[in-house]
């Protein structure tokens, strides 16, 4: 069955670095567009950046700190934050769904990571 496992969060000060990892298993990520989530607490779930064989996409609070990326071979996606900021602390969830083109709605994936949680805190 499609699994998507999350890792890589943890507690980092401001200023710092981290890289969230999601590993896929059941499905190639060669047919599939992925996106990377976050969800603070008592707020909505917010598109962070996403990724298809045509396109990349990011939230204008990250462009410019965070990259996304994928391994197709190793069927991994992953995300590089830097700069981190305490706005950043959220719960990171990535997703897929069997696109061709990037997707940037919560809505519009099929499949859902448990989580990982990352604190920007000094």
Do not use: H
């Not at 298809?52 to 996606?77: C, H």
């Amino acid at each position: 069955q499609v699994q998507l496992v999350e890792s890589g969060g943890g507690l980092v000060q401001p200023g710092g670095s981290l890289r969230l990892s999601c590993t896929a298993s059941g499905f190639s990520l060669d047919y599939y567009a992925m996106g990377w989530f976050r969800q603070a607490p008592g707020k909505e779930r917010e598109f962070v950046a996403s990724i298809s064989w045509s396109d990349t996409y990011y939230a204008d609070s990250v462009k410019g700190r965070f990259t996304i990326s994928r391994d197709n071979a190793k069927n991994i996606l992953y995300l590089q934050m830097n700069s981190l900021k305490p706005e950043d602390t959220a719960v990171y969830y990535c997703a897929a769904v069997k696109a061709r083109s990037s997707y940037l709605r919560v809505d519009e994936y099929n499949y859902w990571g448990q989580g990982t949680q990352v604190t920007v805190s000094s």
